[in-house]
């Protein structure tokens, strides 16, 4: 149990294109889902908590018009790239928290994004 | 206030020896520490996650010691095999639902055969 899948897993795309990311937490209910980004070799930032049916949250110096997040339903969220530039190449990664597991936070298998 | 300072950044070790990995914390109100395992192009996995109330917690090869007063805690693998060379991370948050996990930068731990 306590399956997060992400989709897709990689997407390479033009510079100008806008990309949706999508976290859908399998078996379980998550009022909040986490989008991290990562860079290589390099520790996951947090870019934005997504709150269900609510205004997502986003970290300092994260464009909150450029990576427009939705968390429509209690397993759902989404994150779109608007206007993909290629300094927005990264491995996004989404996470959910299951309320029935406690405290344990749980990962998307990250989406490798490509902006040529 | 928010950083997780986590060491070393690289490790090998050979097959059947001890890997340890330390990190350290400085929000005293932090109560949830996890350690995550990633492999390249993947999610991190969660391995093993302690509360500050236990000094130790055991799960198969893998063992977390935590020291509240020197706000520390570590990562020991036992018996470390090739199939343990990944990335790993530890992360702290408080212990609520909603609230993000911050994370160290990882340590890339190789096991040599």
């Known amino acids: 149990g306590a399956v997060v899948s992400q989709h897709p897993s990689r997407v390479i795309c033009k510079s100008g294109t806008s990309v949706k990311i999508e976290c859908r937490s399998l078996?379980?209910?998550?009022?909040?889902m986490f989008w991290y980004r990562q860079f290589p070799k390099q520790s996951l930032m947090l870019m934005a908590t997504?709150?269900?049916?609510?205004?997502?949250?986003?970290e300092q110096g994260v464009e909150k018009d450029k990576f427009l997040i939705n968390h429509a339903s209690l397993t759902l969220s989404t994150l779109t790239v608007t206007s993909a530039h290629p300094e927005d190449s990264s491995f996004y990664i989404c996470?959910?928290?299951?309320?029935?597991?406690?405290?344990?936070?749980?990962f998307g298998s990250g989406t490798q994004l490509s902006v040529l | 206030q928010q950083q997780v300072k986590q060491s070393p950044q690289s490790l090998i070790v050979q097959k059947g020896g001890i890997s340890i990995i330390n990190c350290a914390y400085e929000n005293t109100a932090f109560d949830y520490f996890p350690w995550y395992q990633q492999f390249p192009g993947k999610g991190p996995a969660l391995l093993i996650a302690i509360r500050p109330d236990v000094s130790e917690k055991k799960e198969g090869r893998f063992t977390i010691s935590f020291n509240k007063s020197a706000k520390q805690f570590s990562l020991h693998i036992m018996d470390s095999q090739p199939g343990d060379s990944a990335t790993y991370f530890c992360?702290?948050?408080?212990?609520?639902?909603?609230?993000?996990?911050?994370f160290g930068k990882g340590t890339t731990l190789s096991v040599s055969s």
């Open positions: 992360a702290a948050s408080l212990n609520q639902a909603g609230t993000a996990l911050i």
């Open positions: 996470s959910a928290r299951n309320r029935d597991r406690g405290e344990k936070l749980f």
């Open positions: 078996d379980f209910q998550a009022t909040t």
């Open positions: 997504s709150n269900e049916g609510s205004k997502a949250t986003y």
